[in-house]
Structure formats: C-alpha cells, structure tokens
Nanobody
Framework: QVRLVESGGGSVQAGGSLRLSCTVS????????MGWFRQAPGKEREGVARIDSDDTTAYADSVKGRFTISKENAKDTLSLHLRMNSLKPEDTAMYYC?????????????????WGQGTQVTVSP
C-alpha cells in the first residue's frame, strides 16, 4: 500500500512563497510518476506539476517560471516537493500530492492511482 502525506500549506500574501512537501511510504517501482494537483472550490482538480523517476518535469502554463517541483530519494524514503514563488490569489486551492507506478504520466488527475489528503494554500491580495 502506497501512502502519501502532504505538509507545508498555509496562508500568505500575494507575491509570497511556500514550499509543499509530500512523504511517500510503501513500495514504488524503480520507475514512477509523481505530481502536484490542486482543486479550488467549485472547480475541477487540475495538474500543477509532475516529475518522473528520471527527473523529467512538466508544468501547467499557469505556474511555469513560478513553481518548481523536485524529489528526494533517501534510503527507504521518497519525498516530493513543490516550491511556489510569486504566489497569486488565483493559486488558492487545496493542493494534493499524487503518485503512480507508471512512468511518464501527464497532468491529468485520472492517470494517478495514489493520493494524499491535501494541504490548503491560501493567497490573499
């Protein structure tokens, strides 16, 4: 069973920064995909950024140049991070970490099998 736990959400003013983290436990294959998604009230869950086991990354156009996804693989712990700079009020949402044992997935939420519970990010004007 793969389990994901997010941390690092909070409230900031526009222009500020936050760093989200996600700890992955359970068995992951040598190749995999991981990503960050977000969902604002009344809106569909959207992909923000993804990274593969070979460090290939992809970003939604709305966050390119502002957000950076990265991962760490230390001993038996796999961690995913999202550095968010120049935050805007429209970035306000619940942010979710997701993973799948298939590599090279896209930014569509239905592609991912494992999900965290989410962490709230609120950006005030």
């Amino acid at each position: 069973q793969v389990r994901l736990v997010e941390s690092g959400g909070g409230s900031v003013q526009a222009g500020g920064s936050l760093r989200l983290s996600c700890t992955v436990s359970g068995y992951m294959y040598r190749t995999y995909s991981m990503g960050w998604f977000r969902q604002a009230p009344g809106k569909e869950r959207e992909g923000v950024a993804r990274i593969d086991s070979d460090d290939t990354t992809a970003y939604a156009d709305s966050v390119k140049g502002r957000f950076t996804i990265s991962k760490e693989n230390a001993k038996d712990t796999l961690s995913l991070h999202l550095r968010m700079n120049s935050l805007k009020p429209e970035d306000t949402a619940m942010y979710y970490c997701a993973a799948d044992r298939a590599p090279y997935l896209g930014l569509s939420f239905w592609e991912y099998s494992y999900w965290g519970q989410g962490t709230q990010v609120t950006v005030s004007p």
